[in-house]
């Protein structure tokens, strides 16, 4: 019966977490969390930079139009359904230097600034944010900004400062296109701004003393979701709204078989208790030569007895990334639950056995696996207040494999119901 029990409030608590979740979400469907290492894209462009003003922020200061081209390299990975970060290594202009003269300072040479930046940006999807997620949408626009440090390199230190790093802020706007995965096309129209290393009271005059605008056309590849969350948003998709109603379903089917198991119980206990007494009168009669009845009566006793003494399994498993033995924030709903069953049923008690996969050896994963099991007892205790006699450990390593022996499933822990 318990194990019927445990199948519907767990069944019960998932739909309650979904319908939270569509709720949130006015009905549109919810960017999936993912892990560190998924949705990481690497990239190139091209860039055409026109120098726009040489010499600080003030109205007096020097204009020099010049063009260069450069490129940028970088890594980007996508937080969200409306916000990414990328890290960028560029150099916006390169090969021989344009000198000419200045507004306002004809009989002054200036050079166009040679420099190269290494920036932090963050990427705000305009219309990602506006229209909400929709994984069919090919067309992003979007918003950039960041900075870091940048690097001046011209020829001639009697021009402009030669060889001196100092801080580059950048932004713009911009347009990429998913050609299909994982390729994408991208167009960026930004500024960057480069200055030596800043002295307080100038910072904002003569320090920052290059305006570039920067128009850049780019290609990124994007890696994708690791195998890892696969297998974890694999055992998600029964939260997807096009199986809520086989959810409710499956919740009526496990009630009236709960309620079926009750029915059966009753009779086995109604049987036991008709052995029971069988079992005394012929003790009671042993001395008059009927010891071998209470024998046989006592076994069957002991067989059904024995038949309830089995581990039952609930239906799911805390699942990992490679190498990991924390509990993630999306798996610790499946904690949540058998902390809200044992809760609701003071007599369970549950054995956690943690496994691996067989990306290491035994030991290490024998290791692993123990360390698994007792974070997710370590959570029940500490952070749900279940009784640390109500819940054992044990760990399998890599003993037990389904499927693929790299099968993201094999990494994972798992409860089972002790009945006493």
């Known amino acids: 019966m318990m194990k019927n029990f445990i199948k519907v409030a767990m069944v019960m608590s998932l739909i309650v977490t979904s319908m939270n979740a569509f709720a949130q979400n006015n009905g549109k469907p919810e960017y999936p969390r993912y892990g560190f290492w998924s949705n990481w894209s690497i990239g190139a462009s091209i860039d055409l930079n026109n120098q726009a003003r040489m010499g600080g922020f003030s109205f007096g200061d020097k204009w020099l139009v010049s063009t260069n081209a450069g490129m940028d390299i970088f890594a980007q990975q996508k937080l969200n359904h409306a ?8 150099f916006p202009s390169f090969g021989t230097p344009h000198w000419g003269d200045v507004k306002g300072a004809e009989n002054t040479t200036y050079a166009m600034d040679r420099h190269a930046t290494l920036t932090l940006d963050i990427l705000w999807s305009i219309n990602n944010s506006i229209l909400g997620y929709d994984p069919d949408r090919r067309l992003n626009l979007y918003i950039f900004a960041g900075g870091g440090l940048g690097f001046s390199f011209n020829e001639k230190e009697s021009v402009t400062n030669y060889g001196v ?6 932004g713009g706007l911009g347009v990429s296109y998913r050609l299909g995965d994982p390729h994408h096309i991208f167009f960026e129209y930004g500024y960057d701004i480069n200055g030596d290393a800043p002295a307080p009271s100038t910072f904002f005059k003569t320090d920052l003393h290059h305006t570039n605008r920067i128009f850049r056309l780019g290609y990124y590849y994007c890696f994708g979701v690791t195998a890892a969350d696969q297998a974890v948003a694999a055992q ?4 997807t709204q096009e199986n809520f109603g086989a959810l409710n379903t499956q919740v009526n089917n496990l009630e009236n078989q709960v309620i079926a198991t009750r029915n059966n119980e009753k009779k086995l206990e109604n049987r036991i208790a008709e052995l029971e007494d069988q079992l005394a009168e012929a003790m009671a009669k042993q001395g008059k030569g009927n010891g ?6 006592q076994a069957v006793i002991d067989q059904i007895k024995a038949d309830q003494l089995t581990f039952y399994a609930m239906p799911f498993s805390v699942l990992y990334a490679v190498d990991d033995w924390k509990v993630s924030d999306e798996e610790m709903e499946k904690v949540k639950a058998v902390a809200r069953v044992l809760k609701d049923n003071s007599d369970v008690k549950i054995m956690v056995v943690g496994f691996a996969d067989y990306s290491g050896s035994d030991q290490y994963n024998m290791k692993l696996s123990e360390k698994r099991a007792n974070e997710v007892k370590r959570l029940l205790v500490k952070k749900y207040g279940i009784a640390e006699s109500r819940i054992s450990t044990d760990y399998k390593g890599k003993s037990i494999a389904f499927g693929d022996i790299q099968f993201g499933l094999n990494r994972r822990v798992s409860f089972y119901r002790v009945i006493e």
């Open 83 to 90: 916000f990414d970060w990328r890290i960028r290594f560029g």
């Open 165 to 170: 790093v100092g801080i580059t802020l950048d």
């Open 236 to 239: 998600k998709a029964m939260l």
């Open 292 to 297: 071998a009845a209470a024998d046989s009566l």
